[in-house]
């Protein structure tokens, strides 16, 4: 695909076939992350991978009783708390990857830096022919001592972006956008 095909036909896809990703596809996405740009090139990601599928789910299923337990921490909007409060929902939707962005400082460069990365990563899943959905709910979980204790991530490691992939089941639609807000200074 040309780039901006990549960009303007990249969309959060929410419903996966269970086919495995080859690792060396996953490999291959991530070595396109890091070549994100970085604050002062200090590179400050490190990147998880899970692609068990029933450790996704199990995963998925304490991430959301998590939310459940503490929607205060979230300040969660009425339509979020009714989509977690179904049964049926999943917040990592079955896909067959988990990838973890992880920030190895806990500076708000260092986040930002780990989205440049993410959002490299989600672009070129797209151009593989890949869907991703980065999954904010998933990370107040994920990023609790005990979470990165159990998942073998260093204790200092902060989880910036949860998205999962997979081949999509469908390409969903362009929800659209806004008119960009530009402001020009002369």
Request: aromatic share 8%; with cysteine.
């Amino acid at each position: 695909m040309e780039f901006f095909q990549v960009v303007q036909q990249r969309r959060a896809v929410r419903q996966y076939h269970s086919t495995p990703v080859e690792t060396t596809l996953i490999e291959r996405l991530i070595n396109t992350a890091i070549l994100a740009p970085s604050a002062m090139n200090l590179q400050p990601w490190s990147f998880a991978v899970v692609t068990d599928s029933s450790r996704i789910d199990d995963y998925a299923r304490r991430a959301k009783e998590h939310i459940i337990a503490n929607p205060q921490a979230l300040h969660l909007p009425a339509q979020a708390l009714a989509m977690l409060n179904d049964s049926e929902f999943s917040i990592f939707y079955h896909a067959p990857v988990l990838l973890l962005v992880l920030a190895k400082a806990d500076d708000s460069q260092a986040r930002e830096d780990c989205c440049l990365a993410a959002q490299t990563l989600m672009l070129a899943a797209r151009d593989a022919g890949l869907g991703t959905c980065w999954i904010g709910f998933g990370r107040p979980w994920l990023d609790l001592p005990d979470t990165k204790r159990e998942l073998g991530l260093p204790h200092e490691y902060h989880v910036v972006a949860p998205i999962v992939m997979g081949y999509p089941a469908a390409w969903p639609e362009s929800h659209g956008r806004n008119a960009a807000d530009i402001r020009w200074m002369h």
